[in-house]
Nanobody, 115 residues
Framework: QVQLVESGGGLVQAGESLSLSCEAS????????MGWYRQAPGKERELVAE???????RYADGVEGRFTVSMDNAKKSVYLQMRDLRPDDTAVYYC?????????WGQGVQVTVVS
C-alpha cells in the first residue's frame, strides 16, 4: 500500500506564488508517474500537471507557463510550484501517483486565491 501526503497550500492574493509538495510512503521503491489534480467547488477533478521518470511533463491549458511540476524519485516526492496565481486557480489540489496501473491519491490540500 502507498500513502501520499501533501503539504503546502493556503490562502494567497492574486499574482502571488505558492508551492505544494507530496511525499509517498509505503511499499514501493519506484513511482514512474506522479502529478497533481485539482477540484474546484461544483466542478469535476481535473489534471493540473503530470511528470514521469525521464522528465516528460504535461500541463493543463491555463497553467502552462505559470506552474512547474517536478519529481524527485529518490525521495518519492512530487512538487508543484505555482506563480501568478489567479482566483480561478482556487481548488483542492490532490497529489496523484500511477504505479504501473495502480492509482493513488492524497487527501487534498486547499489553495485559495483572492483578488
Amino acid at each position: 500500500q502507498v500513502q501520499l501526503v501533501e503539504s503546502g497550500g493556503g490562502l494567497v492574493q492574486a499574482g502571488e506564488s505558492l508551492s505544494l509538495s507530496c511525499e509517498a510512503s509505503g511499499s514501493t521503491s519506484l513511482i514512474p508517474d506522479m502529478g497533481w489534480y485539482r477540484q474546484a467547488p461544483g466542478k469535476e477533478r481535473e489534471l493540473v500537471a503530470e511528470t514521469v521518470i525521464g522528465g516528460t511533463t504535461r500541463y493543463a491549458d491555463g497553467v502552462e507557463g505559470r506552474f512547474t511540476v517536478s519529481m524527485d524519485n529518490a525521495k518519492k516526492s512530487v512538487y508543484l510550484q505555482m506563480r501568478d496565481l489567479r482566483p480561478d486557480d482556487t481548488a483542492v489540489y490532490y497529489c496523484h501517483a500511477d504505479i504501473f496501473g495502480y492509482i493513488y491519491w492524497g487527501q487534498g490540500v486547499q489553495v485559495t486565491v483572492v483578488s
